[in-house]
């Protein structure tokens, strides 16, 4: 007590790590008088784990691990720096690593439940951004002091559906903020499961609806539904969120800029609009609501799994849907890739 009241603030990097740890830190807050200001969970995707042990070297005597393409200048020569024995080639356990991964997310979510109730902020950050957007994007959650404890979409109605890539049970949910109602599509039993296929999909009136050949937002749409359609299970959330947020009246003006030179992220700037608006917290909730425990996403987008991951959702990997560019969409999907930093590679 007397070495904690030298202090405004306390940093605790790494603890709590279970859920007595963490039943401890809350008494011991209790006790000093002391505010839980934040805690600030940081994720990585299991897909991302894997391919960060995949060409690693271990000394066996330090116990240090190096990476094949950063640490040797000479490829013929891989022996430790530190102590000159032999390197070997790191060898992962997948299945060990897969519990270990699905273990620390339960711990978490036991930790969460405790905090959350005296913390004024319970938040989690994505370790696969560039470090400098993960440590800003820290900075500015403490900033604003979100705490995000409670469900803002709840269950509406739901009916079973019948289309041309099979039987769907869809179920709308209602934002209780801003009263968007969101659409959910979802093939088999997705209760308590793993690994579920999921496409969080924006509204695309132009695309979607009216077939626009500008974009690809219809073409992933169905390519979307035909995978999930042919899978054991998945899902298939409808964001209200037209034109990357902006909303259909902003979205037809900014495309009477592209009819002027302007390409999509320029329009919206011309417009003084962000080049995206788009948010997931419906996704996070209705992925609560159904009881998922993590998802394969599909999308080429990283911004979208750093966005969920943000949220507590367990994103194992991300699912390629790429379509082919044809001459009218061929600039919007370059923009996407140049300017966006989507991983596609049809397009040059």
Excluded at 108 to 127: G, M, N, P, Q, T
Excluded at 255 to 260: A, E, F, S, T, V
Aim: proline residues 2%; hydrophobic residues 35%; contains cysteine.
């Amino acid at each position: 007590s007397k070495a904690f009241s030298e202090f405004s603030y306390v940093l605790l990097d790494g603890f709590p790590t279970n859920k007595d740890e963490a039943i401890f830190l809350l008494e011991a807050s209790k006790t000093l008088g002391y505010t839980i200001k934040c805690v600030i969970q940081l994720n990585i995707s299991l897909e991302k784990i894997f391919h960060n042990l995949k060409n690693r070297f271990v000394c066996n005597n330090c116990g240090v691990f190096y990476e094949d393409d950063l640490s040797f200048s000479d490829k013929n020569i891989l022996n430790c720096p530190n102590c000159g024995v032999a390197l070997t080639k790191y060898h992962a356990n997948e299945k060990g690593i897969e519990r270990d991964y699905y273990n620390f997310f339960n711990s978490v979510k036991d930790i969460s439940e405790i905090l959350s109730l005296r913390a004024e902020s319970y938040f989690s950050v994505s370790v696969e951004q560039p470090k400098h957007f993960v440590i800003s994007s820290i900075f500015q959650k403490i900033k604003s002091q979100e705490k995000d404890i409670y469900t803002l979409h709840e269950r509406k109605s739901q009916a079973k559906i019948e289309t041309k890539y099979g039987t769907f049970q869809v179920v709308t949910y209602l934002s209780k903020v801003d009263y968007k109602e969101h659409l959910t599509v979802i093939k088999g039993s997705v209760k308590n499961k793993r690994g579920v296929l999921l496409r969080a999909h924006s509204s695309c009136v132009t695309g979607d609806a009216l077939g626009s050949l500008e974009c690809d937002c219809g073409e992933q749409l169905q390519k979307a539904l035909k995978i999930i359609g042919g899978s054991e299970a998945g899902i298939l959330i409808y964001l209200h969120q037209e034109g990357r947020g902006i909303n259909i009246i902003n979205k037809i003006h900014a495309y009477q800029l592209q009819r002027k030179g302007a390409d999509t992220v320029e329009a919206n700037i011309l417009l003084k609009l962000p080049a995206d608006m788009r948010e997931y917290v419906a996704v996070k909730d209705i992925l609560s609501d159904l009881e998922v425990k993590s998802v394969k996403i599909l999308t080429n987008n990283p911004d979208k799994v750093y966005k969920l991951e943000e949220l507590g959702v367990i994103v194992e990997s991300a699912v390629p849907l790429e379509t082919r560019p044809h001459k009218h969409n061929k600039k919007y999907l370059s923009v996407k890739k140049n300017k966006m930093g989507h991983r596609l590679k049809l397009v040059k």
